[in-house]
């Protein structure tokens, strides 16, 4: 029990950081390009309050992928909406990986650090959960990178795709959008999804970490 609250603890901000940046920078991007729903709606802040999706965020813990809510797009108010929305899908996973190498960088500067600083109780409590939790961070904005770049709709894989396709072969991908949950979970409970993610994820972070 000490040992799985321990893990909460040192998993939470990681993840709350995570998942708030993500759908942060959508509603950014979105902005920037001229939609304004998110900011209407109070999504465009770094509250994850505002972002966090109760059933995602418990599957993370359990099955090491989870979800945001995610913040609402209209493509209307964009000048290019097939190729403005491709950006807006990318923000979110550039965004996690641009996490998890400030995350690797600062885990390696804080042990290059602790090989001059003499040895202490109070420093080892505090430096290995620090270090502990950034390599959490690393994997998690991983996961969540590479998890939210598979091309099946509604992920933001399949919005980037869609930006590439023809408009009218984009249009019929998009509307496979509502099995999409459903063949998620197939792969899920499968293993699928598993056999998918894993290597990439153990590759990057040795990477990263190495």
């Not at 893990?7 to 939470?12: D, G, N, P, R, S």
């Not at 304004?36 to 993370?60: M, Q």
């Not at 690393?138 to 023809?166: E, H, M, Q, R």
Request: glycine share 6%; with cysteine.
């Amino acid at each position: 029990m000490n040992e799985t609250i321990a893990q909460l603890i040192i998993m939470a901000p990681p993840l709350l950081l995570a998942l708030t940046v993500h759908e942060f920078a959508h509603g950014y991007v979105a902005f920037r390009l001229g939609d304004p729903t998110a900011h209407a709606l109070g999504r465009l802040t770094l509250n994850p309050l505002k972002h966090l999706d109760p059933l995602g965020t418990i599957a993370f813990f359990i099955v090491n992928f989870g979800w945001a809510k995610p913040v609402p797009v209209n493509t209307a108010y964009f000048r290019n909406p097939e190729r403005d929305m491709l950006w807006v899908a990318l923000a979110g996973p550039a965004t996690n990986l641009a996490l998890a190498l400030i995350s690797a960088l600062m885990a390696k500067l804080i042990w290059m650090l602790a090989q001059f600083i003499p040895y202490s109780v109070a420093g080892e409590a505090i430096l290995t959960p620090l270090n502990s939790t950034l390599v959490a961070s690393v994997w998690i904005n991983l996961v969540l990178c590479i998890f939210n770049l598979l091309p099946i709709p509604p992920l933001d894989g399949s919005k980037i795709l869609a930006g590439l396709l023809p408009p009218d072969l984009a249009r019929t991908y998009a509307s496979l959008e509502k099995y999409g949950f459903l063949l998620i979970i197939l792969l899920a409970v499968t293993g699928v999804l598993s056999k998918l993610i894993v290597p990439l994820i153990k590759f990057a972070n040795n990477l990263l970490l190495s």
